[in-house]
């Protein structure tokens, strides 16, 4: 069923309560997407006892896999995990009627998965949504592909902590910026999984996977993720950069991308929804 009929609220299931999992269910608790009620919460790795407590207090259901919200009356479902939950989880989800909120948008970009899940979509009813994230521009891309896109590139810049351990390179001691990764979408979101969800994005957006161009940046003279979106065809051209704050219970994810969730929530529902 289509999450956008109006039947009263936008029932919503959470997978994944980390850092964004968790940012997002307090604001959803909190009124912050007015007309959506968070009915349960999946999680196999137990989550605070104050966050427990909370979900309680608002009569979540409090489940520990993602089968046990199969059968429960959600429209959407949030994953807020990793892209191996979203490979095992996400056809369930479609067959079931039930749209999915992707944030692991890295998964979507590996081999045939993201026709196929399109595909499942369109036969069950429901709808695949893809937040924007920590990035902006999107719009810009998707109407410039209609018009004749050629060229995309996405340049990361982080603080090394953010970029957890990478074999071979030293990140504890960098002195100076230090380009980590360069190469096409379609590898970087395999190399970096939980740092460049970003490229994922812009790349379905814009000219696919294989055709994007990333250039990862570890840079110990900042303190906050930097994204820089170039981009040039029949339209002409753009450059953006969107210089984020870290979310403040990870500083591998960008508060903007959390933010950009509940925006998502909220326009489900509107009547008037601003941007292509």
Known sequence: MDPRENSGCLRVGLIGLGSIGSYIARSIMNGEAPGTTLIAA?????????????????????????????????????????????????????????????MSIGALIQDSFYSDLVTKANENGCRIYIPSGAVGGIDALKAARLSG?????????????????????????????????EGKAIEAVVRFPQNVNVAATVSL??????????????????????????????????????????SPQNPKTSLLACSSVLSLLKTIQETVQIGT
Request: with cysteine.
């Open 149 to 181: 896109l050629e060229e995309v590139t996405l340049t990361t810049r982080k603080p090394p902590r953010s970029l957890g351990k990478i074999e071979g390179i030293d990140l504890d001691h960098l002195i100076e910026p230090l380009v980590i990764y």
């Open 205 to 246: 957006a814009g000219v696919g996977p294989d055709r994007t161009s990333v250039r990862v940046i570890a840079d110990p003279t900042i303190d906050k993720n930097i994204h820089e979106i170039q981009a040039r065809g029949a339209f002409g051209s753009f450059s953006i950069r969107l210089t984020n704050n870290p």
């Open 42 to 102: 999946a999680d196999p790795i137990s989550p605070s006892q104050d966050l427990i407590q909370e979900l309680q207090d608002h009569s979540v259901t409090i489940v520990d896999s993602f089968s046990s919200l199969l059968n429960l009356p959600l429209k959407v479902v949030l994953e807020c995990a990793n892209q191996k939950v979203v490979q095992m989880c996400a056809a369930s989800f479609l067959s079931k009627g039930i749209s999915l909120i992707i």
